[in-house]
């Protein structure tokens, strides 16, 4: 991959990394750039560098970890969304304390996960209904 910034070739860690760890480290150091927007491509960085060699906890898919989501085991311990977090800005401690509530799964479980969720609340609902 070629680095947005220097030009220079890099190996791509992740698919969409944009710049080499070098540029990355200048980027986040000056103030070339809005402080929103560095701190956005840190937490991004972050995110990815905890997904990288990783695979879905439930069916072991690893072709692509960029695509893994988090998925938290309870939901009442749930400050809020990974990528909302990420998005909003919050410090990597703040994310990863998040993650730590989560497992990795890809979106074909995350979404089954959520069926199967849907579905039981559902039947529940029905019971009541008889």
């Not at 000056?30 to 927007?37: A, D, H, I, N, Q």
């Not at 956005?40 to 995110?47: A, Q």
């Not at 085991?73 to 990420?86: E, I, P, Q």
């Amino acid at each position: 991959m070629k680095c947005k910034e220097c030009k220079k070739i890099f190996e791509e860690e992740y698919v969409g990394k944009l710049y080499c760890n070098s540029c990355l480290d200048k980027r986040m150091k000056s103030g070339s750039s809005k402080s929103s927007t560095l701190r956005m491509l840190r937490n991004r960085e972050f995110v990815r560098s905890i997904k990288k060699d990783k695979k879905c906890e439930i069916c072991g898919y690893n072709k692509y970890p960029e695509i893994l989501v988090f998925h938290h085991k309870d939901k009442r311990n749930k400050f809020g969304g990974v990528s909302y977090l990420m998005k909003t800005l919050r410090h990597p401690d703040i994310i990863e304390a998040e993650i730590e509530k989560c497992i990795l799964i890809c979106p074909n479980c995350h979404h089954e996960l959520h069926f199967l969720e849907y579905k039981n609340k559902q039947s529940d609902n029905l019971r009541w209904i008889k």
